[in-house]
């Protein structure tokens, strides 16, 4: 199941196999490092795969891989409420710096 439901919102299945496949692979595609912190000259070890776009209002970029970056979970944090998935005012940032469609980690295509 790619999406579950809790109140009658669809919600993003961040426990099946697919998911972990998939944010394996974008860990490695980012080198393990928080790309975040990276853009500011910091070097910090990524734990957690991010979706710049949210998967429950975007399910039709929820895999794409320009729309997933590796970050720490302080990164995280700062990005989106824990609480709600709400985007806070970095995350706001990075999806309006973020164009659908276009690879973002091409030197010469990078937005961030």
């Not at 692979?25 to 734990?47: P, S």
């Not at 998967?55 to 720490?72: G, H, K, M, Q």
């Amino acid at each position: 199941m790619l999406f579950l439901r809790k109140k009658g919102i669809a919600m993003f299945n961040y426990y099946g196999n697919k998911w972990k496949k998939k944010r394996l692979h974008i860990l490695r595609l980012d080198g393990y490092v928080d790309q975040i912190a990276k853009r500011y000259g910091r070097t910090e070890e990524a734990v957690v795969v991010h979706h710049i776009y949210p998967a429950d209002e975007y399910p039709e970029y929820a895999w794409c891989d320009w729309n997933l970056i590796s970050v720490s979970l302080a990164t995280h944090n700062r990005l989106e409420n824990r609480q709600t998935g709400e985007l806070l005012p970095l995350g706001m940032e990075l999806q309006k710096r973020t164009v659908p469609g276009v690879n973002w980690r091409k030197k010469n295509e990078r937005l961030m």
